[in-house]
């Protein structure tokens, strides 16, 4: 396949040529070269004209080239997907077709490394703020599956560049490929290349508008808010607090804190901004009957003090955009806060044989943490959490809490039913058989802690108790 990929390109190289000119080449006064190899593999950036012998010569196969856009415009957008999961680059192309895109108007490639390329190629530049904001509508959909998608451009200014297709990735040695939407090699990926046609700028525009416009109508927001912030009157606001002041609080609470005193001041390690925190804002005025509409306008105004303060450091444009998704997503999906943590929670013998038929020790902690979860809020077996939640209680990263849940999610433990859309909270609905087991409570655990992480440390204590009690019981019997 290498070999007749090789002659392919050879033999088709000024037509490869020019067709990168045609979709991809932007700015020409700088590009991007990948060197060395294996792990040692770096990218540079020359300050120098991206002229066609380089191209060539990277068509070659003597250098990695990238280019870089033409100013604050490109004529295409890449979901760059850094994750070998095949079903991540098809979930993005059911999504986008799904969007209006036609197949022909959405083209994969291979990386040549462990990921996959989604290309979409326009007829004239298009303002990355809107290409922007059409990619991370998706990423934002994809919940869990989106925090290895890159977009490229990923911002209006000092975007990174990307690889030129038909690259040789320094690190394997292997050529990018074009391929099939089933994620197999087309029969001729030189000539597949050769024959894209662009989509349209019209036709691109008036579907992401339709898009975005789903979400909600940001013209009328800004003009509200434009309205209001005449007529403001600025609460006493305290300047420095720490997370402690919010700690211990439910959820209504906090969300009363947050809007009286503003986000608490950073701590080394803490993660949580701006972004996070309006959650729980958007779920207060819902909670309190405001329209969908209101609420953006309540949240965005609630943003923008917080910048003012010098407590958030999003744009204004960042903020009416993931605001508008963010509060659509709530209404749409009916969410709510969680009802008051209970201080008594019933399990069975059963729950934890089923946590303890897992021999590693970090994948019983996730499975626990979600029957903890599941025990306390789900409906008819169905649950929605998130990564974020699962590493808090159990104190390990989200990486680590994602690869626990995909081995969980291959042993039939946990199904999901839904893949979330709040890119920071990246819940997702689950579906957990065991907790449908119609099985006699055998005994209750009585908490003390108030807090998540509190209530999982104190009931995890009989897991381990039983797991130990029974290796003591099969010693004997051996």
């Known amino acids: 396949m290498e070999d007749v990929l090789?002659?392919?390109?050879?033999k088709n190289k000024e037509g490869l040529l020019?067709?990168?000119?045609?979709?991809?080449i932007g700015e020409r006064k700088r590009f991007i070269e990948q060197y060395g190899q294996g792990e040692s593999v770096k990218y540079y950036t020359a300050k120098r004209t991206l002229k066609n012998e380089i191209v060539a010569?990277?068509?070659?196969?003597?250098?990695?080239?990238?280019?870089?856009?033409?100013?604050?415009a490109s004529k295409f957008l890449c979901f760059d997907i850094d994750e070998p999961d095949p079903e991540i680059p098809l979930q993005l192309l059911k999504m986008l077709k799904d969007?209006?895109?036609?197949?022909?108007?959405?083209?994969?490639e291979h990386s040549g490394s462990k990921g996959w390329h989604i290309w979409m190629f326009f007829s004239g530049n298009i303002p990355i703020s809107m290409l922007v904001s059409f990619g991370r509508y998706f990423i934002e959909e994809m919940g869990c599956d989106g925090h290895?998608?890159?977009?490229?451009?990923?911002?209006?200014?000092?975007?990174?560049?990307?690889?030129?297709?038909?690259?040789?990735?320094?690190?394997?040695?292997i050529r990018t490929m074009f391929l099939e939407h089933n994620l197999f090699p087309t029969s001729d990926s030189v000539q597949y290349f050769l024959d894209i046609v662009p989509t349209s700028n019209k036709r691109f525009e008036q579907l992401a508008i339709a898009l975005l416009e789903e979400v909600s109508d940001n013209s009328e927001i800004k003009d509200q808010l434009v309205q209001q912030s005449e007529e403001l009157v600025e609460e006493p606001i305290q300047s420095v607090r720490t997370p402690e002041f919010i700690r211990g609080s439910s959820l209504n609470q906090l969300a009363e804190k947050l809007l009286k005193y503003g986000i608490p001041q950073r701590t080394p390690g803490d993660s949580f901004g701006r972004h996070y925190y309006q959650y729980f804002i958007a779920l207060f005025f819902k909670d309190q009957g405001f329209s969908e509409k209101k609420t953006i306008v309540k949240v965005i105004e609630w943003a923008l003090r917080e910048k003012r303060y010098n407590r958030?450091?999003?744009?204004?444009?960042?903020?009416?955009?993931?605001?508008?998704?963010?509060?659509?997503?709530?209404?749409a999906k009916n969410k709510k806060f969680y009802s008051a943590i209970p201080n008594e929670l019933s399990f069975s013998i059963a729950d934890i044989e089923m946590v303890s038929q897992f021999e590693e020790p970090i994948t019983q902690y996730v499975a626990w943490a979600i029957l903890v979860l599941g025990r306390m809020f789900h409906h008819q077996g169905r649950l929605f959490f998130s990564v974020r939640q699962l590493a808090a209680m159990t104190g390990y990263s989200r990486s680590t809490v994602h690869r626990r849940l995909q081995i969980l999610i291959a042993m039939n433990f946990i199904r999901v039913i839904e893949r979330g859309q709040y890119r920071s909270e990246k819940s997702s609905v689950y579906h957990i058989p065991a907790l449908l087991n119609v099985s006699e409570v055998e005994f209750k655990v009585t908490t003390e802690s108030a807090e998540m992480h509190g209530i999982f440390e104190e009931s995890f204590e009989y897991v381990q108790k039983y797991i130990a009690n029974r290796k003591f019981r099969i010693s004997l019997a051996q």
């Open 6 to 10: 090789e002659t392919q390109i050879q």
């Open 18 to 24: 020019n067709k990168i000119n045609e979709l991809i």
């Open 57 to 72: 010569q990277h068509l070659g196969g003597e250098r990695t080239i990238g280019c870089h856009y033409i100013g604050s």
């Open 99 to 108: 969007a209006g895109f036609d197949h022909d108007e959405l083209h994969v």
């Open 148 to 173: 290895c998608i890159e977009l490229r451009p990923e911002q209006t200014k000092n975007s990174r560049g990307i690889k030129l297709p038909f690259a040789i990735h320094r690190k394997t040695m």
């Open 312 to 331: 958030s450091s999003s744009t204004e444009e960042e903020i009416y955009q993931d605001v508008t998704i963010d509060v659509h997503h709530i209404y």
